[in-house]
T-cell receptor
Framework: ELKVEQNPLFLSMQEGKNYTIYCNYSTTSDRLYWYRQDPGKSLESLFVLLSNGAVKQEGRLMASLDTKARLSTLHITAAVHDLSATYFCAVDAYTTSGTYKYIFGTGTRLKVLA | DAGVIQSPRHEVTEMGQEVTLRCKPISGHDYLFWYRQTMMRGLELLIYFNNNVPIDDSGMPEDRFSAKMPNASFSTLKIQPSEPRDSAVYFC??????????FGSGTRLTVV
């Protein structure tokens, strides 16, 4: 069964601090996505990682992908209150039934305290 | 481009009633996905279509749920009869290349 797990599930951090969110997945995939969701809103695409070793950065967020370890990280540098949201990773993986599935992780609810 | 359009934005219905959720994908996108989001289960893939054909419906919870895509510009997700445990936010998403995905604003369904 394809599983995508994130940790931590909840993260409360002070402004100015650094932290990393981890996304582990259970099957082979070279496509990993990160999204942001604000309360009551839809999902906003942050990063698309398409190969092993891919690294992308936007502002205070940086995402990386290690396909051999089946691990992606979302690193937050010098957090600010505006980054408070729920962050999801998603994996596009080929299944044993011969189809692709686009599966989301459990989500990490981030709260940045002033 | 207006993006992925879902309707209605909010739906409140009584248990046992039929509910139909609608989605208009971005023109030219030949993949369409339906997701359900709840606090307990997170974002679950229900079904997806490619060129209007259902490819994987293994996430559809039970026979009360059905989805159709009669043409490239319209899809429906129907629940009949609805139950309180179906209360959730239902998202539709579309893609043309399985690299870039665009999500709709969602339909918040409440079954009382």
């Amino acid at each position: 069964e394809l599983k995508v797990e994130q940790n931590p599930l909840f993260l409360s951090m002070q402004e100015g601090k650094n932290y990393t969110i981890y996304c582990n997945y259970s099957t082979t995939s070279d496509r990993l996505y990160w999204y942001r969701q604000d309360p009551g809103k839809s999902l906003e695409s942050l990063f698309v990682l398409l190969s092993n070793g891919a690294v992308k950065q936007e502002g205070r967020l940086m995402a990386s992908l290690d396909t051999k370890a089946r691990l992606s990280t979302l690193h937050i540098t010098a957090a600010v209150h505006d980054l408070s949201a729920t962050y999801f990773c998603a994996v596009d993986a080929y299944t044993t039934s011969g189809t692709y599935k686009y599966i989301f992780g459990t989500g990490t609810r981030l709260k940045v305290l002033a | 481009d207006a993006g992925v359009i879902q309707s209605p934005r909010h739906e409140v219905t009584e248990m046992g009633q039929e509910v139909t959720l609608r989605c208009k994908p971005i023109s030219g996108h030949d993949y369409l996905f339906w997701y359900r989001q709840t606090m307990m289960r997170g974002l679950e893939l229900l079904i997806y279509f490619n060129n209007n054909v259902p490819i994987d419906d293994s996430g559809m919870p039970e026979d009360r749920f059905s989805a159709k895509m009669p043409n490239a510009s319209f899809s429906t997700l129907k629940i009949q009869p609805s139950e309180p445990r179906d209360s959730a936010v239902y998202f539709c998403a579309s893609s043309h290349d399985r690299v870039t995905y665009t999500f709709g604003s969602g339909t918040r369904l409440t079954v009382v």
